[in-house]
């Protein structure tokens, strides 16, 4: 077994066990765990940040995993190295996952410059979002230059993985039949880029329907920001379009680099962050506390609420 002193050089030299094991070592839930992942990621630190961040999002079968093994064949043909990481909020329907185990994307998973890895599959969407962050440092500090964020366009996983990423990429299905497709407020809102997918065959028409559809919603909506979310046909089974939203992706990019927003984005994303995590610890630290006497007083009757939880918090800073 590895020590935490040769987990941390061997990751750093990209080894793909390393790296599994330092995010299996992230995503334990045991108390023992926690100290020893929150060493291994302190000394990554210097080596993180690197990786452009893109997060892909969709509806189940607008087809990501097919869209994300076509898309990330491309990007290593052109010399990237890729990691490729899920956000799954598991249905409270049935407690199973919605996007499916992953003997999906088999190419993309032997090739030795993409690393893929499920969903943490324990604990809240707030729960997963975290240990999902941490594992993007983990994978940048494994010299993985392109991190990308997988998840599925329900609830509060599209906002969450939107506020982790650099780019945020919405894929859409083509227009099926007579039926009107709602254009869903979290694409207009929170897309850079959007591409409708399966642009081949019998659905190409149907593609090319949507495609103008959520233009004019686009630019009804963010005609007028420095950046008017593009909205590309792509085929993952004909391998098309492709390289035109990897140019997207740097175009946009390049002019976020440019002026200055890429930095406030990351700067504010990290904030945020910090503030979840400063809430988050605080709450768990004052439930693992016995509050039995001072909640009795409050159910006599005898304090406020409001004072009692300022001295419970006044006992705790002392
Ligand atoms: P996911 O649930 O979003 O991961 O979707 P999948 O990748 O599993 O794809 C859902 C279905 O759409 C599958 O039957 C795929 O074969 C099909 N599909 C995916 N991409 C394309 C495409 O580019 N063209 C066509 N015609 N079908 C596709």
Known sequence: DMTPKELQS?????????????????ESTAQADA??????????????GKALRIGVSGIPGVGKS???????????????????????????????????DRTRM???????????????????????????????????AAGFDIVMVETVGVGQSEV????????????????????????????IELADIVAVTKADGSTATGAK????????????????????????LCS????KGLSEIWNQIQKFTAQQKKSGAYQDRRQRQTDQWFEDELSDQLKRYISGQDLRQIRQQVQAGKLPPAKAARDVIQSIVR
């Open 66 to 100: 097919t869209f994300i093994e076509a898309f990330g064949s491309y990007l290593i043909e052109q010399g990237h190295k890729l990691a490729v990481l899920a956000v799954d909020p598991s249905s409270p329907v049935s407690g199973g996952s919605i996007m499916g």
């Open 160 to 187: 969450l993985v939107s506020s982790m990423v650099d780019t945020f990429l919405i894929l859409q299905m083509p227009h099926t039949g007579d039926e009107l497709q709602g254009i869903k407020k979290g694409i």
């Open 10 to 26: 061997q990751l750093q030299q990209g080894n793909r066990r390393a790296l599994a094991k330092a995010i299996t070592l992230i």
């Open 209 to 232: 329907r949507m495609q103008k559809s959520l233009e004019q919603a686009l630019h009804l909506v963010r005609g007028k920001e420095d950046w008017l979310p593009p909205v590309l």
């Open 236 to 239: 993952a089974v004909e391998q």
């Open 106 to 140: 088999e190419k993309l998973s032997s090739h030795p410059q993409a690393f893929i890895r499920p969903s943490p599959t324990s604990g809240s969407i707030g729960g997963v979002a975290r240990k999902t962050r941490e594992s993007i440092l983990a994978c940048e």
């Open 35 to 48: 100290a020893a992942a929150e060493a291994l990621l302190t000394g990554l630190m210097p080596q993180t």
